[in-house]
């Protein structure tokens, strides 16, 4: 009886010497004492929240360049103000008109001179500002996802341009001269015409083209991605059709060459799309 004890006793103590410390204390640096798991539970918490930590202070770096970046725009363009309302002034030349343009109220001069500084040191900024929000998007994102951004961005900015292009050569200066016609046919020929009002006139007409012709892009990004098929797209067609007609009825001035110089190019693009779609889906049904 005493080994069989003996023996039980020495295997009791050999068994809790074994078995680990569930909670021993630690110090924590701001002096309170907490177990070995509440510390292994901070240590895992403060691992997720350094990276969150981490890209606040990375969207805050971009927030700051891209302010800074219009700043310096908005600087930049000050000094050539003049010179970028001599080319928003050239439709109006091209348009052939007698009206002259002119200044009638205090203030209109600073006025147009604020909306010329603020769409030049907006668009002066926009590649900082893009490069900006690509440094903190750009590190969580695959190489495929870069490349199609990359690639969907320089289409959104080639189609933007164009349709810039396309209102600067001719839309502004046809709707300039319906608008004159219109004046004269109703027997209310104007003097003269606002410079103010026409620079947001033009600015107006040059941002519509821009963000309508990024509508097709649209269209093929929901096709790429599977959403719609290029069937669907042929299906609705007609359906389209009006919706571009209605778009730049309401985007450009009320007459119809203006309407029809932004729908046209707007279908023919949503036809290349339907192509793009369609030779996209034909790629991935090839093993």
Not at 143 to 150: D, L, W
Not at 167 to 173: G, Q, R
């Amino acid at each position: 009886m005493p080994c069989a004890r003996h023996r039980m006793t020495s295997s009791r103590r050999s068994w809790r010497s074994k078995v680990p410390l569930r909670s021993p204390l630690i110090m924590r640096t701001d002096g309170r004492k907490v177990t070995g798991m509440t510390a292994r539970s901070d240590e895992k918490h403060e691992g997720m929240l350094k990276p969150f930590v981490e890209h606040l202070d990375d969207l805050r770096k971009a927030l700051v360049w891209a302010i800074v970046s219009l700043l310096i725009g908005l600087i930049v363009a000050i000094p050539l103000a003049p010179s970028i309302f001599a080319l928003l002034k050239i439709p109006f030349d091209r348009a052939g008109l007698t009206i002259p343009l002119q200044v009638s109220e205090v203030g209109s001069g600073f006025s147009i001179l604020m909306k010329v500084v603020w769409w030049s040191g907006l668009l002066f900024s926009l590649p900082f500002t893009l490069a900006a929000v690509g440094g903190f998007v750009f590190p969580g994102l695959t190489r495929r996802e870069r490349n199609a951004i990359y690639g969907g961005g320089a289409a959104s900015l080639g189609l933007f341009a164009i349709g810039v292009w396309m209102a600067y050569c001719w839309t502004v200066p046809v709707a300039l001269q319906m608008m004159a016609q219109i004046e004269s046919w109703m027997g209310t020929p104007s003097a003269f015409w606002e410079t103010s009002g026409y620079a947001a006139f033009a600015l107006k007409i040059l941002l519509a083209f821009g963000l309508a012709f990024q509508i097709p892009l649209l269209v093929y990004i929901l096709g790429a991605l599977g959403i719609i098929s290029s069937h669907q797209m042929r299906d609705k067609r007609r359906h389209v059709t009006i919706i571009m007609m209605v778009i730049a009825m309401f985007l450009t001035p009320p007459d119809p060459f203006s309407m029809i110089l932004m729908a046209a190019p707007l279908i023919a693009l949503y036809e290349v799309c339907i192509w793009l779609v369609r030779a996209k889906e034909k790629a991935a049904r090839i093993p």
